[in-house]
Every structure is written in structure tokens, then in C-alpha cells.
């Protein structure tokens, strides 16, 4: 008699059907706000907006390792996943991109440079790597003060690694051995600079060799393997063991932003080729095949995510733009007015 051919079972590190299902939801939701800023920036009703499409399995992988109330997270712009995956609301992502007044910044930065002090999420910072001395900076005060169990989670694109402040921040951490793990979301390109413009080494990961730093590379569209790489390296750092370069690899399958147009740089045909990669579809899959969910509540799953997002859109267009009299609310001490 012919055996039954089995197939590999799903490795999961440790992960738990509904932990399986939340990142799948996770990772929906994501590509459901950013298309929403898409649509809404098409529509006229937003200036701006920032597509996060091909790292969904970065960000549900990293935010599952995150330790809420503990770790501290130091993003960049495109994590609009890892931000709302470690907490922050829907609801938040619509009102910075309409500038509304209740939006946390008061409606004065760019869509997606969230911030929540009470998740333990950073400010995000415009300016390339800018942010990553701040990280060390979090990291440096745990380790002074003792605070064992807690790390800095700090992402940044394949670009930044070229930035002076990023080589400043690896060699910092590694001497130190600091309770740090930096995120590479290594997406191919940086706006308009592809990877074998940016520096000359294949593999960003082998940079950590040379600040004598621990490196690991890992298939970014696939979840599950963030997750284990990720909170391997996240422990460590909790428990002493020092900082970690981890390399994600993805790729951007839309303009950098909605002010650029990729057309003048790449062809269509090299984004067809990625297309593989996609990870909602594919995570979608392997979790259908594993008996994780069913198609029907995938789709479930889906008009409950739309649904949600309709409503914080309507939400938020409907609230109010800032007071022009609130513009150095904030800014100044007191009620210093500059103009007067
Ligand atoms: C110091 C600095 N230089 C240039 C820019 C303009 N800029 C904004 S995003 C970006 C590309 C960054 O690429 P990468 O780090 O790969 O991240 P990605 O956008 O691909 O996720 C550049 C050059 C900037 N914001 N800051
Ligand atoms: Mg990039």
C-alpha cells in the first residue's frame, strides 16, 4: 500500500493558533489603512500618504516578539503594522492623515510619524537614522538604571544603513552591549536608489560584522520566521546578552509615497517578479493549508477589517482641523507667542 504523503508541519516557534490568527489580522488590517491612504489622497481629501505594502510579515512578526509595557519601540515611517500591532488604534493612523485636531500631535506631522508614550512607542523622525541615537539613548538608560527584561526594538530602511548616525548608533550599542535589536526592513530601494546603488556589500547584515555585532537575515515576507528571529534577538537583549542586527528581507511594491511616481526609476515587470513574495496572500495561504482558519473566515476577517476602517474614516473626517490660534500650543513655553 502506497504511504500518505505528509506534509512538513507548519513550524510555528511556539505560536498558538489565535496568535497565528492576529498577525494574519494584523497584517490585513495594514494593507487595508494603507490603501485607505491611498484612496483618500487620490480623492483630494488628504495631502499625503505612505504605503507600508510587502512589510506586512516584518511588522506582525516584530510587534508579536514586542513586549508591551516593557520593550520600547523606535520606528520609522513605513511601520504603520509594527505601531498598530504593538497598540496604537486605527483610529489614530486616520486622524494624523486627515490633521485633525484630536490627532496626537495636534495635527501638525506627517501621516504616519505616530507617537504614544503610553504604548511605549517613540516619535518618529522625517530625518533618515536621525532617530536611531535616541534608541541607543533608550537603551543606554535601561542598562545604567538595571532595567533587565526590557529592550528597544529600533527599525529603519535599507537607505539609512548609509547615514552616518547609523554607524554611529551600531558602534554605541555593540561596545556597550546594549539592550538594542535593530530592524533592517530591506525593501530593494530607497525612493529611487536601488540597493546596488547604496552600498556594495549584498547583504546588509554583513555590516554588523564589522562593529563586532551579532547579524541575522531573515525572509521578511514570511511571519512566522520574523517572529522567531526576532524574539530571539529581543530576549537576548532583555537578558544581557547585547544588541542584534537583524536584516528583514521584503520588498516596496508601491511608490515610495504618494508624491513619487516609480515609473521613472523601475518597470512594471520587476514588480511583477516580486509579486511572489506578497506576504498577505501568502500567509493567507499557509494558514488555510494549516487548518489555522478557513477561507470563510478570512473573509470574515476581511469585512470586519473594512468595516472598521470606514468607520474611523468617517470618524476622523468629521472631527476638526486644528485652531490656527493653536499653532505654538506646545511649541513654547507658556504662552509665549513669537509673532507678537
Ligand atoms: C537625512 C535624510 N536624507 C534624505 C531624506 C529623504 N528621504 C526620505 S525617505 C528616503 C529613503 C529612505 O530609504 P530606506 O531607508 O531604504 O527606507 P524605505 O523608504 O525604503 O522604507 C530618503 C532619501 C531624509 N528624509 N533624511
Ligand atoms: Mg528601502
Request: glycine share 10%; proline share 4%.
Amino acid at each position: 500500500m502506497a504511504e500518505a504523503i505528509t506534509k512538513p508541519a507548519l513550524e510555528r516557534h511556539g505560536l498558538d493558533e489565535e496568535q497565528l490568527r492576529w498577525m494574519l489580522r494584523n497584517m490585513l488590517l495594514q494593507r487595508t489603512l494603507d490603501n485607505r491612504g491611498f484612496q483618500l489622497n487620490r480623492q483630494g481629501k488628504i495631502p499625503f500618504a505612505t504605503g507600508s505594502e510587502g512589510h506586512e510579515g516584518i511588522h506582525a512578526g516584530s510587534a508579536l516578539a514586542f513586549a508591551r509595557g516593557r520593550d520600547v519601540l523606535v520606528p520609522y515611517y513605513r511601520d504603520i503594522g509594527l505601531c498598530i500591532g504593538i497598540g496604537m488604534e486605527p483610529l489614530q493612523v486616520l486622524l494624523a492623515m486627515f490633521a485633525r485636531a484630536a490627532d496626537i500631535s495636534g495635527g501638525r506631522q506627517f501621516p504616519n510619524h505616530f507617537t504614544g508614550r503610553a504604548i511605549g512607542l517613540m516619535s518618529i523622525s522625517s530625518i533618515i537614522a536621525a532617530h536611531l541615537p535616541h534608541a541607543v539613548g533608550a537603551a543606554y538608560a535601561m542598562k545604567l538604571r538595571g532595567e533587565s527584561g526590557r529592550a528597544v526594538l529600533a527599525s529603519f530602511g535599507d537607505g539609512a544603513t548609509s547615514e552616518g548616525e547609523w554607524h554611529e548608533s551600531m558602534n554605541f550599542a555593540a561596545v556597550h552591549a546594549l539592550p538594542i535589536v535593530f530592524l533592517c526592513e530591506n525593501n530593494e530601494w530607497a525612493i529611487s536608489t536601488p540597493r546596488d546603488r547604496q552600498m556594495k556589500v549584498r547583504d546588509v547584515v554583513e555590516k554588523a560584522d564589522g562593529y563586532g555585532m551579532r547579524g541575522e537575515i531573515v525572509d521578511g515576507s514570511d511571519p512566522i520566521a520574523v517572529y522567531g528571529v526576532m524574539n530571539g534577538a529581543l530576549e537576548r537583549a532583555r537578558s544581557g546578552g547585547g544588541p542584534t542586527l537583524v536584516e528583514a528581507k521584503c520588498y516596496r511594491f508601491l511608490s515610495h509615497t504618494t508624491d513619487d511616481d516609480d515609473r521613472t526609476y523601475r518597470t512594471r515587470e520587476e514588480i511583477e517578479r516580486h509579486r511572489h513574495l506578497d506576504p498577505v496572500p501568502r500567509f493567507e495561504r499557509v494558514l488555510v493549508e494549516a487548518g489555522v482558519i478557513t477561507s470563510d473566515d478570512v473573509s470574515a476577517m476581511k469585512r470586519e477589517i473594512l468595516a472598521h476602517v470606514n468607520d474611523v474614516t468617517d470618524r476622523a473626517e468629521a472631527l476638526p482641523y486644528p485652531l490656527a490660534s493653536d499653532l505654538y500650543t506646545n511649541v513654547y513655553e507658556g504662552t509665549h507667542e513669537p509673532w507678537l
